[in-house]
T-cell receptor, first 111, second 114 residues
Framework: DAKTTQPPSMDCAEGRAANLPCNHS???????VYWYRQIHSQGPQYIIH???NNETNEMASLIITEDRKSSTLILPHATLRDTAVYYC????????????FGQGTELSVKP | GAVVSQHPSRVICKSGTSVKIECRSL??????MFWYRQFPKQSLMLMAT?????????EQGVEKDKFLINHASLTLSTLTVTSAHPEDSSFYIC??????????FGPGTRLTVL
């Protein structure tokens, strides 16, 4: 599975949009981009995934560049409860691909 | 999203004893289950993958005789840490993957070996 690169930490003001970048320049054509987050001392929580089109759900939006070498997770109105480590992972879907976690981005939402 | 539970949430045991952790998918059938370990201030590390009714596949460096995994049904997997030692103290997290091919994680089990 392709590796990803994320900034180790970011701050965001409460109520503002949080934009978390991820680079995956070696992504293969059949690899999806997944985002999970882990709040302290809890299991990871699934957020969203996509292949090449932008995706939106009740939690976040995922913007994938046209060349698929990078993506951005957007939390439109960050709250204090969004403070967590966010992981960007690429994996092959429907072929048993494993989720391998990198170091992620520690997002701190401040009042 | 789908729900995965783990039991116990926290366990303290003496060195040399064995500890069993249960992982259940509550509202979906998990054809594949995964076990991860997480040390303080580190990321999750995949330990093993198990398919229902089959032997688990362990990641390089993970001792299969020490970490026994059973995936006897589509909703239950267990991890047994045998002859636990203080260095096995960690946060153990399971996850399940079913028909949607999305992986959902349990809340984790904090193991402390004295």
């Amino acid at each position: 599975d392709a590796k990803t690169t994320q900034p180790p930490s970011m701050d965001c003001a409460e109520g503002r949009a949080a934009n978390l970048p991820c680079n995956h320049s070696t992504i293969s054509g059949n690899e999806y981009v997944y985002w999970y987050r882990q709040i302290h001392s809890q299991g990871p929580q699934y957020i969203i995934h996509g292949l090449k089109n932008n995706e939106t759900n009740e939690m976040a939006s995922l913007i994938i560049t046209e060349d698929r070498k990078s993506s951005t997770l957007i939390l439109p109105h960050a709250t204090l409860r969004d403070t967590a480590v966010y992981y960007c992972i690429v994996r092959v879907r429907n072929q048993g691909g494993k989720l391998i976690f990198g170091q992620g981005t520690e997002l701190s939402v401040k009042p | 999203g789908a729900v995965v539970s783990q039991h116990p949430s926290r366990v303290i045991c003496k060195s040399g004893t064995s500890v069993k952790i249960e992982c259940r998918s509550l509202d979906f059938q998990a054809t594949t289950m995964f076990w991860y370990r997480q040390f303080p201030k580190q990321s999750l590390m995949l330990m093993a993958t198990s398919n229902e009714g089959s032997k688990a596949t362990y990641e390089q460096g993970v001792e299969k005789d020490k970490f026994l995994i059973n995936h006897a049904s589509l909703t239950l997997s267990t991890l047994t840490v045998t002859s636990a030692h203080p260095e096995d103290s960690s946060f153990y997290i399971c996850s399940g993957r079913g028909g949607t091919d999305t992986q959902y994680f349990g809340p984790g089990t904090r193991l402390t070996v004295l």
